[in-house]
């Protein structure tokens, strides 16, 4: 069960930082991703859900690259 | 490309792409599920989607693993790689209904959560034959998720395309999990060979074309004729066709050298897209376009014209006589090189086939792509008949769920919970009496409800309501061919062995006035005995599921029999099939000792009695019981 108790807290922790990196975040890390359709967004939310360590990962490397991800 | 992102950049030619697709996958599950329906009626219809969406997932795996090699060889493919993208999460969307059908099917309304029973139901880890295939199946279910999930540029740009490009590449680990997801799950239980040759013909495909775009490719990469230590050697001038290119390997970096309007220029052969090969391009209004998706970028400065901001490495070339050289030094990306100018330029209008999807020269193309959608809905509909009709015939017992009946009879709890009925009368007058296992609603036994009822009570005459299990096409003669044939691998003999399902638990057993004295069970004792068969959970076997027996079930006898079901050995005497109760040596339940025996062929040693229809065989799990093969 302590697997199934990990798999519910890392889609809960993803399903938040999630909603944040595509309402929020997105449109400060590529500049294309600006005044895009809701539906675009939507899109991009399964994908944040399931690879949120990759994506906050790539988000920390861009920090570092360029300062702050504006 | 990178201006701002759309949902989906739809274009004429991918409406068309999609309905075509759309069609063949609409015809394919027609065909499988109605020619399934008509062939095997008593076939669980959860069983036939389930089987009608991975067989259809495999078949797509299949041409989205080809279309890239194929595109390679001929550039008469490139249509087809062009919408490759939709290509690939259709075939998801339909793994995924396959995936959780299986979950519904095997793993839900168990006792423990369908995603533990994954990984838990089958637990032969250490053996190849009996290794829980499903895990396999949902590994590589992950793999195309992530894949599908991430098929939108904005993904190719924000993780960057080496490492997009990498986790893409991934489809071909998943291809290796499905196949052995097939080799190690239902292909153990059909018995078909069409199945297998289909597999293996499948792989060999795949295999051969990607060996041979390879080879093809290979051929490329080996020229490299050096100068000097700073100029290596391409091709003649003549060798390279006008608005084309040639690809040459440049310490261990692809370059492709485009001639246009009597110029030369070299870029890095690697689009930004999505690693497309630039050299099988085409030069279109001025800019090298990539055969994939159609991104452009000027062959001087390897810029993609505004607003896009994508760039490529360039090169310095050098023409002596009719010779190319290439510097062997890439330029960083977007610096302008200026053309090498051809002394005597040609300038033919070529009007070969290339295809970026927007552009003007759809008409040929369509013509090419109604031809191939026309082959391409034969295929599927040939292969949805070959697959639906090679299926094993199953049993003909099924519960009618639409169908609520009401019997008379004692209710038992001991061995295990049942109902005795009067089944006709002998010659003499004297009442035959026939037991019925009982058991709950989804995956649980009935052990509970009849404690309740018959509180305290050894027995009780009771009107249950419930689900009975029936065989649809009984054989009044056993041993006759047809028989035979419709029951080569299932249940045969007429309506002997019977199960209900309670339909609302204690709320559907109501005790009423017995017509003859109370009974107790008149169990007929066999002897000690050995026996080779099966654990079968008899709810599933007798219809509640078809199949339910064999390796594609095992998990879900396996989630059964822990929820309380019954555990019975079915095993052959004289080619008849019998079945046997599974309990301890005193009458206990053995449910959670056999978890690890279900499924399997199995040899058990144990006493052997009748109880009516049912035979009852008392073994000690520990000593008793060992699986007949296990490699």
């Given amino acids: 069960m302590l697997f199934i108790y990990f798999l519910y807290i890392y889609f809960i922790i993803g399903i938040a930082f999630a909603i944040w990196f595509v309402f929020y975040k997105i449109t400060r890390v590529d500049v294309a991703a600006r005044g895009t359709s809701f539906w675009f967004k939507g899109l991009l939310l399964p994908a944040s859900i399931l690879l949120w360590p990759i994506v906050l990962y790539k988000l920390n490397t861009l920090k570092k690259q360029y300062g702050r991800t504006s | ?631």
């Fill in chain 2, 1 to 631: 490309m990178s201006a701002s992102y759309q949902p989906v950049l739809w274009n004429k030619f991918k409406k068309q792409y999609d309905f075509i697709l759309w069609a063949a996958i609409i015809l394919y599950l027609f065909i499988f599920t109605g020619l399934s329906v008509y062939l095997y009626p008593s076939q669980n219809i959860n069983t036939t989607l389930i089987r009608a969406f991975g067989t259809l997932a495999i078949v797509l795996l299949h041409g989205i693993l080809i279309i890239g090699p194929l595109s390679r060889i001929s550039n008469k493919f490139l249509p087809i790689l062009y919408n490759r993208r939709h290509l690939g999460v259709s075939m998801f969307l339909i793994a995924g209904t396959h995936s959780l059908l299986c979950i519904l099917q095997f793993h839900a309304n168990g006792n423990i959560n369908p995603l533990l029973s994954i990984f838990t139901s089958n637990q032969h880890y250490d053996s190849f034959i009996y290794f829980p295939f499903q895990t396999l199946g949902f590994a590589a279910l992950i793999i195309l998720a992530v894949m599908a999930f991430t098929s939108h540029d904005f993904w190719l740009h924000f993780l960057g395309p080496k490492f997009w490009k990498l986790m893409h590449m991934l489809v071909y680990v998943a291809y290796g999990l499905i196949i052995l997801h097939v080799a190690l799950g239902i292909i153990q239980f059909e018995k078909s060979p069409i199945l297998v040759g289909l597999l293996s013909s499948g792989l060999i495909v795949v295999a051969s074309l990607h060996l041979w775009a390879g080879f093809k490719e290979n051929k490329t990469s080996k020229i490299n004729n050096t100068l000097d230590k700073d100029w290596s050697f391409v091709c003649c001038l003549s060798d390279i066709e006008e608005n084309k290119a040639k690809m040459a390997n440049v310490q261990n970096e692809r370059v492709a050298i485009f001639k246009y309007d009597g110029k030369l220029s070299a870029v890095h052969n690697v689009c930004k897209h999505q690693m497309g090969p630039l050299g099988e391009g085409k030069i279109i209004d001025g800019c090298i376009t990539c055969p994939w998706h159609g991104y452009q970028y000027r062959p001087e400065d390897g810029c993609a014209p505004a607003p896009f901001t994508e760039k490529l490495a360039t090169y310095q070339l050098k023409l002596v006589g009719d010779k190319i050289y290439v510097n062997v030094s890439p330029l960083q990306e977007g610096t302008f090189v200026e053309p090498v100018l051809i002394p005597a330029p040609t300038s033919d209008s070529v009007t070969d086939q290339f295809f970026i999807g927007w552009a003007n020269n759809r008409k040929n193309v369509f013509k090419v792509s109604r031809f191939s959608a026309f082959l391409a809905m034969l295929f599927i509909a040939l292969i949805g008949i070959v697959l639906s009709s090679s299926q094993q015939k199953l049993s003909t017992f099924t519960i009618d769920y639409n169908n609520v009946q009401k019997i008379d009879g004692w209710l038992s709890i001991k061995p295990v919970p049942n109902l005795k009925i009067i089944d006709g009368r002998d010659e003499y007058g004297n009442p035959i009496f026939k037991t019925i296992l009982l058991m709950d609603a989804f995956k649980f036994g009935a052990d509970a409800v009849v404690k309740k009822v018959l509180d305290g009570d050894s027995i009780k005459y009771v009107t249950l309501t419930g689900y009975l299990s029936s065989n649809i096409k009984a054989c009044s003669d056993t041993s006759s061919q047809e028989c035979k044939d419709l029951c080569s691998q299932c249940i045969t003999g007429t309506n002997n062995n019977q199960v209900m399902e309670i339909e609302n638990g204690r709320y559907s057993i109501k005790a009423t006035k017995a017509p003859v004295a109370a009974l107790e069970n008149n169990i007929t004792n066999l002897g000690l005995q050995t026996l080779r068969g099966e654990i079968i959970d008899p709810k599933c076997y007798f219809g509640a599921m078809n199949p339910g027996q064999g390796k594609p079930h095992l998990s879900c006898a396996a989630r059964c029999i822990s929820g309380g079901i019954m555990p019975v050995l079915k095993f052959e005497v004289n080619k008849q099939k019998k079945y046997a109760v599974l309990v301890g040596l005193n009458g206990e339940k053995i449910n959670s000792e056999l978890l690890n025996y279900i499924g399997v062929p199995v040899e058990i040693k144990g006493n052997l009695s009748l109880m009516d229809n049912w035979g009852i065989l008392k073994t000690d799990t520990k000593n008793n019981i060992h699986i007949v093969s296990k490699y």
